[in-house]
């Protein structure tokens, strides 16, 4: 086993080609579980992905893609699980809370269960606390967020529990998921260690017991207008995505030529 | 949608966590006494055990489980069983399990998973940017012999490191030394001479090393008249290494590449 661990690790997705693992092995997930329609492009990307502050996580062996998660920190243009939980998000921006968002998480299903029923394999498992340990320091330390939002189907509420999220957002409708319910959870990193250490001691020595130091990906990654063309520009994932978000990015990539149905925004501000 | 009981007989054979070869449970039938079996392994939708007696798939099982102080009572169902010469293997899956002790036993499985994994996630492709630059010197790899201990007088570890700078070095050891720790140490820079130098533990980071699972810390040099020594012996060093000189001022005089400062 310590074998076979050691040939795993986790990595910022900083090359087209992991972006393009990332993005494919989401929409393969997704499709699966009817989280998403088919596309031609295969690849489920959201307007999160381009921004420069969302960091990609991937969990490799050798060279295939067990799992990846994206870390979407809070900026101008929101979480993506705002669009529905937008009152719960803002009440808690209220009280001064800096929040980030976990998403387009997928576990490769081809490698690791063999058509087991997911999320409840230990090896499932493993590589959830493989990604999530690296997401919870980052999104604490590099990002110095207070919280860590995530919307889940109902059925995964108990896995989360257990990782100490605690729902703040009541059954819903998940529109960008194919309509398939969700509830919103948060990780609060206030007094974790404390809540933590006592109840569960294998947890707290994983996840809290050596702390990880990452840099920000921003200071390690940074779109560059090929790939951005690529991935954003001459597919249509930008087509949903809101007037601001557009305008947001074609303020941070100026010299990109963002585009929206084929269009060319113009720089504006928000 | 996901379902969280496990029916397939990989979800327990060979599985990611090993559970303590003593665990077992008693099993009743009816009012005879009952007796010890063998619980192989348990997920959080199930247990697995081995028994000389083959329970068919589909057998409805109550099952009490005692973890801890614990106690909670389920129902399982047989979903798979396996002969392994005259032992018969079964996937037992929780058929009910109230959703309290649904939610105590999904937590106890999930923590216990979490220890036993604590020691062998390898996180360094992601922490390792952040060390790259965290010194201020050129490091050579050179793996002298080295000495650690929290006084002067006593050194309680022998190992070597991996490589040294004018700054610190890094030290390999199977020992977890805590970050922010001050540590007294002993450079042998030959078979009879050291260099004697206090440091600090910046950063502790798992790796595999020569296919051993080890400690990588990066130890900072407190200032002292010692570090001098260290200069030197990293002058003489880095005098002794080959060198590859390149010329690079065609390529700049062809491109719009900005000059070296």
């Known amino acids: ?270 | 949608m996901d379902n969280p009981y496990s029916e397939n007989a990989s979800d327990f054979i060979g599985g990611s966590f090993q559970i303590p070869p003593t665990l077992s449970a008693k099993y009743q039938h009816g009012s005879s006494p009952s007796r010890s079996i063998k619980v192989r392994n348990l997920s959080r939708g199930g247990i697995c055990i081995e028994d000389n007696i083959s329970f068919p798939v589909g057998t409805s099982l109550k099952l009490f489980l005692n973890v801890k102080e614990k106690k909670m009572e389920a129902l399982g169902e047989v979903t798979w069983n396996i002969q392994e010469g005259d032992l018969y293997v079964h996937g037992i899956k929780f058929s009910f399990l109230n959703p309290e002790a649904q939610e105590w036993f999904n937590t106890f499985v999930m923590d216990w998973a979490a220890s036993y994994l604590a020691e062998n996630l390898d996180f360094s492709s992601l922490t390792a940017p952040a060390q790259v630059e965290r010194r201020l010197f050129a490091r050579l790899k050179i793996p002298l012999r080295i000495e650690v201990g929290f006084n002067a007088d006593t050194m309680l570890l022998q190992t070597h490191i991996y490589d040294i700078s004018e700054g610190g070095l890094c030290l390999i050891s199977n020992f977890e030394l805590k970050k922010d720790q001050d540590v007294f140490l002993k450079l042998w820079i030959s078979d009879e001479k050291f260099i004697p130098l206090i440091g600090t533990i910046k950063y502790c980071v798992k790796k595999t090393y020569q296919k051993r699972q080890v400690n990588f810390h990066g130890v900072e040099f407190q200032k002292n008249e010692n570090v001098s020594k260290v200069v030197k012996y990293l002058e003489s060093k880095r005098a002794e290494l080959d060198a590859v000189e390149l010329t690079l001022d065609e390529i700049i005089s062809q491109t719009n590449f900005p000059e070296l400062p």
């Open chain 1, 1 to 270: 086993m310590t074998k076979e661990l050691s040939k795993e690790r986790v990595e910022f997705a900083t090359k087209k080609e992991h972006f393009e693992a990332a993005f494919k092995l989401v929409y393969r997930e997704y499709l699966k579980k009817g989280y998403c329609s088919s596309n031609p492009s295969e690849m489920r990307i959201t307007v999160y992905s381009a921004l420069p502050d969302t960091a990609a996580f991937c969990l490799w062996r050798q060279n295939t893609l067990l799992g990846t998660a994206s870390l979407i920190i809070d900026s101008p243009v929101g979480l993506p699980i705002e669009s529905t939980y937008s009152n719960e998000i803002k009440t808690l921006r209220l009280q001064g809370r800096k929040l980030s968002e976990v998403s387009l998480l997928a576990l490769n299903s081809d490698v690791i269960s063999k058509g087991i029923k997911p999320l409840y394999f230990a090896e499932r498992l493993r590589h959830l606390y493989h990604l999530f340990k690296p997401i919870f320091w980052y999104a604490r330390k590099s990002a110095e967020c207070t919280d860590m939002c995530i919307a889940i189907n109902p059925v995964h509420k108990m896995l989360y529990s257990s990782l100490y999220f605690e729902q703040f957002g009541e059954e819903r409708v998940y529109e960008s998921v194919n309509k398939n319910p969700s509830i919103a959870m948060r990780l609060n990193f206030d007094q974790i260690e404390e809540r933590c250490q006592k109840r569960t001691p294998g947890l707290y020595k994983l996840f809290l017991g050596n702390p990880l130091e990452m840099k920000k990906i921003s200071e390690i990654f940074r779109w560059n207008e090929d790939d951005f063309n690529y991935f954003f520009n001459e597919k249509d994932f930008l087509t949903k995505a809101k007037p601001e978000q557009i305008g947001y990015l074609a303020q941070i990539y100026p010299n990109f030529g963002v585009k929206q149905n084929g269009q060319s925004i113009l720089r504006k501000c928000i």
